[in-house]
């Protein structure tokens, strides 16, 4: 019986050795002004998704001995991001980073970057997927692509054959753009008609005048499409257009990684907690930061190991998956490290699908018909 003891005590002390350091990066940015200030961008967007990944981590870790800590470190709008990832990876292999794609492809070519393990929580930016990517940097936030191939399969199902197009100038809107052209092409619908927006006068006053106008020659078409990825001027499009069609894209009806409607399969649960620690809605952001969190915390229990090599290798494996709250396992694409997610497509009052939809089907796992799929990503860094 003694020596049993002393066993138990031993394998307790090893186990309890395994300790997991985080630090949450993010880079401060400034954001182009916009129409309407009605929806202010949190100053904590993806710090409180990665705490609450945190709690999640340490409650498990609790009863095996694994040990999670999570450091948050601000860079102000003009600071030196790659300093403070070089002063992080002297803490920790493990970054969860909330930068700009440029940034995050510095970061992950740092020479103490080499051997640890990244997070991109914030871009969806398609080259990090294809051309870009970096073998230490996995992606929890859905690229471009993963939500237009949300939207047009949902489009293609309703039988919405033809489309018109409204799109920002701004990089982001445009990268939007772009992705949702591409996913036009590949579910083989048209989009036979594009403007891009271009007032800077105060909308609040003029939609009902100006926006009918703008639309008169977009002709006929089944769906308008907005790219608006700063929430600038597309809330003025629906219902002042001069053809009554349903509006998606970055309104209306839009494909998100998570929003506050997503109550099924315990997200309600995943809701609740997330309102009751940052006293508001979990936001895209979050979510991708919580993910990358939890994924973290996934590996470390199912293979009782800190090493981020083992632990990437296993990510990135058949065997991982992920609950998270979406109705199907996640798990990490092997070819260019992104998270297979559903997109829940949303209005502000209800989930009204989640793609992949059925029909869609693919010859190894549904959900890589949303996004780059192998053959399609020239990622050469996983190989």
Known sequence: MLTIIVMMLAAGAAVAEIRIPMVFLKQEIDRPPTLSNLDPIPDDLGEKG?????????????????????????????????????????????????????????????????????FNTSSADMSLRSQNCRANLLHTLPSYQMRSDAMMQFARTKRWDTLALISGEHPED???????????????????????????????????????LFTQDLGTYDLLLIADELNDFGRYIAFNTWLPRPVAGTEGLRPTAWAPVVEQWGA?????RFQDLANRPMRPQDYAAWAAIRSIGEAVTRINSSEPADLREFILSDTFELAGFKGRPLSYRNWNGQMRQPIPLVTQSALVAQPPLEGYLHQHNELDSLGLDAPESACEAFQ
């Not at 709690?55 to 095996?64: E, I, K, P, V, Y």
């Not at 794609?101 to 990244?118: C, F, N, R, S, V």
């Not at 309600?268 to 609740?272: E, K, P, T």
């Open 174 to 212: 445009q990268a939007f753009a772009d992705a949702l052209r591409q996913s036009a092409a590949k579910f083989a619908l048209s989009i036979t008609a594009e403007k891009t927006w271009t007032f800077d006068a105060d909308m609040r006053r003029n939609a009902a005048q100006e926006v009918p």
């Open 50 to 118: 990665a705490h609450l990944g945190l709690s999640d981590n340490q409650t498990t870790g609790a009863f095996l001995g694994h040990r999670y800590l999570l450091e948050t470190v601000l860079i102000p709008v003009g600071g030196d991001p790659l300093a403070a990832a070089d002063q992080a990876l002297e803490q920790t292999p493990f970054l969860i980073l909330d930068v700009p794609a440029d940034t995050l492809l510095k970061i992950a070519d740092l020479p103490a970057a080499g051997e640890a393990l990244l």
């Open 268 to 272: 309600a649960q995943l809701q609740s």
